[in-house]
C-alpha cells in the first residue's frame, strides 16, 4: 500500500494505492482508514470493488498520515499493512496550466511593447470608431447652438465595467465642454457613481486650465429609482433641450425610453453598453450607437494616453494569436488524429 502526496495540487489531498485483494469479485467494498503519528485509525471513506485507488482530499497541509485499507466481506474487515508516511503540501506550479502561463507571458509582453512604442511617440493605428470620431462635432454643434451637451454614464453600480468605462468617456467629454464653454449636464442614479462622476468632471476642467468653469450643480444625483431616474432624465431633455446625448454604460430596460425621448428632441446621440439586450433600441434610436468593446476602447480612442492605447493594441494582439491558434487546431483537429483540444485546457 502506497500514500503519495497528489501531484500538481494546491494542497490539502493525498492519493492513497492499493493492491486488490485476491477475493475482490466477493467483496462488498474497501474502507480507508487514516491515522496520524502515535493516533489510532479512523474510518475516513470507502471505496467500491474494483479500486485500487483513493483521494484524501481532506488532509490538512504539514500533517504526516498514514493509511490502511480493509477489504470487507460478508461483514468482516481483512486489514492490509499500513502504508508510508505521506505528507500533503501545495505546488507553486500545476503543469497541467503551462499553457495558460503562455498565455500570460505572450499577452503580457505584447501590451507592454505597445505601451512601450506609444510612450516613445509612435503612431499606432486603431480603426476608426464613428461614434467617437462624431464626439468633436456633437460637442461643437452644442456649442454653435448654445444648448448644453448631456451625459448618463449609465444606470449601474460603480463597480460595473461598462459604469467605469463610461466615467472615462465623460473626462474626455467633460474636456472639450470646458474648451468650448458648453454646458454639461450630468445625472446619475447611483449615489457613489455621482461623486466619482464630479470628481471626474472637476477634474477635468482643471486640467484644461479652466477650474472656474466647473458647475458643481451640473452634476448631480437624481434618484436610484430606474423608471423615477428615467423619467427625471426624460424631463430633462424636453425642459433643457440639450443639443447632444451620451448615454453611456449599463443600460436596462429604461434604455428605449431615454433613447426615444432624446430623438423626439431632436438631439443627436451617441450611445454604447455592453447590455447585448439593449442595443437594438439604441441602433433604432440612436445616431450612433458603441457596440460592446468599442465602449471599452473609447477612453483610449479620445484621449490616445499612451498607457491606455499601447493596452488596448496589446489587448488586439493577444487577440488576434488566440484566433489564430483556435484556427490552426481546428484544422489540425479536422486533418489529424491528434488531441490537439487538450492544448487549450
Known amino acids: 500500500m502506497v500514500a503519495l502526496d497528489t501531484p500538481d495540487d494546491p494542497g490539502h489531498s493525498i492519493d492513497v494505492s492499493w493492491n486488490l485483494s485476491p477475493d475482490d469479485e466477493q467483496l462488498e467494498n474497501y474502507e480507508i482508514l487514516r491515522a496520524k503519528p502515535g493516533g489510532e485509525f479512523e474510518l475516513i471513506g470507502m471505496a467500491g470493488r474494483g479500486m485500487a ?30 502504508s508510508n508516511v505521506a505528507i500533503s503540501s501545495p505546488q507553486w506550479f500545476i503543469k497541467g496550466y503551462a499553457n495558460v502561463l503562455i498565455g500570460v507571458v505572450v499577452f503580457s509582453f505584447c501590451v507592454i511593447w505597445f505601451i512601450h512604442r506609444a510612450r516613445r511617440g509612435e503612431p499606432l493605428f486603431v ?11 456633437a460637442v461643437g454643434r452644442a456649442t454653435e447652438m448654445g444648448r448644453p451637451i ?11 465595467v461598462a459604469t467605469i468605462a463610461a466615467v472615462n468617456i465623460l473626462g474626455e467629454v467633460a474636456k472639450k465642454t470646458a474648451q468650448y464653454g458648453t454646458p454639461l449636464i ?40 430606474q423608471f423615477a431616474f428615467a423619467a427625471a432624465v426624460d424631463g430633462v431633455m424636453i ?8 448615454l453611456m454604460g449599463y443600460f436596462r430596460a ?9 430623438s423626439i428632441s431632436g438631439a443627436v446621440q451617441i450611445a454604447g453598453t455592453d447590455a ?34 499601447g493596452a488596448l493594441k496589446g489587448q488586439d494582439v493577444g487577440k488576434i494569436i488566440a484566433v489564430v491558434l ?3 487546431g481546428s484544422l489540425l483537429a479536422l486533418l489529424t488524429k491528434w488531441p490537439v483540444t487538450s492544448w487549450f485546457g
Open 53 to 82: 485507488n483513493f483521494t484524501d482530499d481532506a488532509a490538512r497541509d504539514g500533517v504526516e498520515y498514514r493509511y490502511k485499507v480493509a477489504a470487507v466481506k460478508e461483514g468482516e474487515s481483512h486489514l492490509s499493512e499500513a
Open 127 to 137: 480603426r476608426r470608431i464613428a461614434g467617437l470620431a462624431a464626439v468633436d462635432e
Open 150 to 160: 448631456l451625459f448618463v454614464p449609465g444606470t449601474s453600480v460603480v463597480d460595473d
Open 186 to 225: 450630468v445625472p446619475n442614479i447611483d449615489p457613489i457613481v455621482y461623486t466619482v462622476a464630479r470628481e471626474i468632471v472637476k477634474q477635468s476642467y482643471t486640467e484644461v486650465g479652466r477650474p472656474d468653469a466647473f458647475d458643481p450643480d451640473s452634476v448631480y444625483f437624481v434618484t436610484e429609482n
Open 239 to 246: 425642459r433643457e433641450r440639450p443639443a447632444t446625448n451620451f
Open 254 to 262: 429604461e434604455s428605449l425610453i431615454l433613447a426615444e425621448t432624446g
Open 276 to 309: 447585448v439586450a439593449q442595443l437594438p433600441f439604441f441602433v433604432t434610436a440612436c445616431d450612433y450607437t458603441l457596440i460592446g468593446e468599442e465602449l471599452y476602447a473609447a477612453s483610449a480612442y479620445l484621449s490616445r494616453e499612451p498607457l491606455l492605447l
Open 326 to 328: 483556435l484556427l490552426l
